[in-house]
């Protein structure tokens, strides 16, 4: 399983900054973060997939299984209005997170192909909030 993980700061305004870290091979990125504060994704950890959006047509990273929410996806946006859930984040990660999910695609591929025996890999995603000053 490979973590995404989301470390939220105390919110300024409607804007509630982060950092997004992830692993490519041995090296962690850490990416800048802004999400609604009047739509916030409960803290704790969601499956995430790549999958097609037809909003904004192409493939992104979506969040299942939050509560009472569908479409949840991480995505480009500079400005809490730009989002009603999503989690928003600069050019830089978006191209690492399209890394990320190529290497699981094809770590999967080759699980496949060779018919190993073990679970194909898939990427999950840890919301933390910011601890108490």
Known sequence: MTTITLIRKPAEGKTVPGTMSFQIGEQTLSYPTIENADYLIPAGTYPVERTWSPKFKKDLPLLKNVPDREGIRIH???????????ILTNFAAMTNLQIFFNRIDLINEYIKEENYDQQLESATITILDASPA
């Open 76 to 86: 480009m946006g500079t400005a809490p209005e730009h989002s009603t859930g999503c």
